[in-house]
């Protein structure tokens, strides 16, 4: 197992896995591979030797000064559930922390989705009071978590 920077060669599966997974709300094709070229961090956990295959990945963008905010972040369902979702955003989290003048990390979630809140609160990510109506193509709202950085 391994993490790598994501580079041209993987657009294509990592598209693949984003409409699998956010279906409506995935990210488009275009928007993919912008934030492949232009990016703070976008990092993909690999398995195997020969056949090597991605089964996660996890992109931060630097928006303003003194943030990055986690854009996109997850594992292939067959492997969730087994550390690789906690092992990938442990990482994020080191790489943000190398950078001058960071002070925290933000990142939005589905008010619906419990697994992910539930590993962005492990980490220690506090949620904003105020939910985000409306936030996604679904129109399901959104909770903003923050991760302040020391
Ligand atoms: C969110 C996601 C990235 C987590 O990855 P993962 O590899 O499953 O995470 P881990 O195995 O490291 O589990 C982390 C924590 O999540 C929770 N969790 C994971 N799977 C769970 C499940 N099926 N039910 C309940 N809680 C779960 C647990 O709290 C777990 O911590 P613990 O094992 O210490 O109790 C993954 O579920 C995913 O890709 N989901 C779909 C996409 C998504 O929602 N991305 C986030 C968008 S904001």
Do not use: H, W
């Not at 442990?90 to 790489?95: L, N, R, T, W, Y």
């Not at 008010?111 to 129109?139: C, H, M, V």
């Amino acid at each position: 197992m391994e993490i790598k920077k994501v580079n041209s060669r993987d657009l294509k599966k990592i598209v693949k896995l984003e409409q699998n997974i956010f279906k409506k709300n995935a990210i488009s094709k275009d928007l993919m591979e912008k934030l492949i070229q232009n990016n703070t961090f976008f990092l993909k956990l690999e398995i195997g030797k020969i056949r090597k295959q991605i089964i996660g990945f996890i992109i931060g963008i630097r928006d303003i000064k003194e943030r990055v905010n986690i854009v996109n972040f997850l594992i292939k369902p067959k492997f969730q559930n087994k550390g690789y979702g906690s092992y990938l955003l442990q990482k994020a989290i080191e790489e943000v922390k190398k950078l001058a003048e960071i002070k925290k990390i933000v990142l939005n979630v589905q008010i619906s989705n419990s697994t992910a809140i539930k590993l962005y609160e492990k980490f220690n990510f506090k949620r904003d009071p105020t939910i985000l109506e409306n936030y996604y193509q679904s129109g399901e709202s959104a909770y903003l978590y923050r991760l302040l950085i020391n």
